[in-house]
């Protein structure tokens, strides 16, 4: 049916605008998910993330994962005619890998999606939330606890290259202003997700 994925760096309000989805689209039968994902793989994905493996290491089993999600998750429920939200999902691979793979790979953005090639189910929609990486990392300091992405000179690069896909992809993304007030974003995303998912039914019926 149709697919639509949130991004944006750690800390710019994605986790938030999607619990108040799970709850405003309660009556659409949308299936709520998330990458690194809820399987044993994505529990060693976490892992990874927490012992810091390499970077090569670290984008094969991200891309693991993914391929785990759009098996188990993603190829199941588009097939059975409902919407799906993704809150992360292959642009943050092309966005964070892309970045601590520079310097390891020549383009790390070509090898990135050739890994992919052939097997992704790319996203219909996407809703990129975009803001000064200091604001989403002193947010990340009042919640506490710190990943090994939350580098301000990595969040910069992260974010950079969300930019890139999102001018590079039009008509896919969606790029939000991450300072809008918590009920503002939630409705505007609201809003979007119907319209999309009310033309992707009648597209259907014709
Ligand atoms: P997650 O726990 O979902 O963090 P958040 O709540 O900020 O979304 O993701 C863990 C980290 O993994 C996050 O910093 C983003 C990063 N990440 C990648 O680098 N590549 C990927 O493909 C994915 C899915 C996540």
């Known amino acids: 049916m149709v697919l639509i994925t ?15 989805l799970q709850n405003s689209l309660s009556d659409t ?3 709520f998910t998330r990458e690194p994902g809820a399987t044993w793989i994505g529990a060693q994905v976490r892992r990874a993330i927490a012992e810091e493996v390499d970077p090569i290491t670290e984008a094969l089993l991200f891309t693991a ?6 098996e188990s998750v993603i190829r199941p429920s ?19 890998q892309w970045a601590t793979l520079e310097g ?13 090639d052939g097997w992704t189910i790319p996203p219909d929609h ?58 503002e974003m939630a409705s505007l995303a609201e809003r979007v997700i119907r319209d999309w998912c009310e033309s992707s039914r009648s597209r259907r019926r014709r």
């Open 6 to 20: 949130l991004e944006g760096i750690d800390g710019c309000g994605k986790s938030t605008l999607f619990t108040s």
């Open 65 to 70: 994962d993914h391929a785990a999600h759009i």
């Open 29 to 31: 039968g949308t299936v």
């Open 104 to 116: 390891i790979l020549p383009d790390p953005l070509a090898w990135l999606r050739m890994v992919h």
């Open 126 to 183: 996407t809703i990129l939330i975009v803001l000064p990486v200091e604001v989403a990392l002193s947010r990340k300091k009042e919640i506490g606890g710190k990943e090994h992405f939350e580098e301000s000179s990595l969040l910069e690069k992260v974010q950079e290259h969300y930019l890139h896909l999102a001018t590079e992809d039009p008509s896919r993304f969606l790029v939000v202003d991450g300072e809008l007030g918590k009920e």
């Open 78 to 96: 588009l097939a059975r005619g409902v919407p799906v939200i993704s809150d992360r999902y292959t642009d943050s691979r092309y966005a964070y």
